[in-house]
């Protein structure tokens, strides 16, 4: 998958992402690996968190390995790595 960038305009200091597959059907869904979140800046690319792979299907999300919601406040980090927000 190839990243895509289009300039907008500032949004505030977060966003919310959501994961469906779009389909109730049994054995539909989609695998991808090296996901990365990032913002598109006047002078390229940021790179703003890896989640690593997404695993989505209809009966079940697997995100960076983990099939089990992840703790409040968990941040993917530009590395790969996590960590928990502190406020």
């Not at 305009?9 to 695998?31: H, K, V």
């Not at 979140?37 to 999300?61: M, P």
């Not at 919601?69 to 927000?85: D, E, M, R, S």
């Amino acid at each position: 998958m190839t990243l895509q960038c289009t300039l907008a305009p500032p949004a505030a200091s977060g966003f919310t992402d959501a994961l469906s597959t779009g389909c109730g059907a049994t054995g539909c869904g989609m695998s991808r690996t090296n996901q990365q979140w990032a913002q598109c800046t006047t002078s390229g690319t940021v790179v703003l968190s890896t989640v690593g792979d997404l695993v989505i299907h209809n009966n079940s999300i697997s995100v960076a390995g983990q099939a089990t919601a992840w703790p409040q406040k968990t941040v993917f980090l530009p590395n790969g790595t996590t960590a928990i927000a502190k406020n």
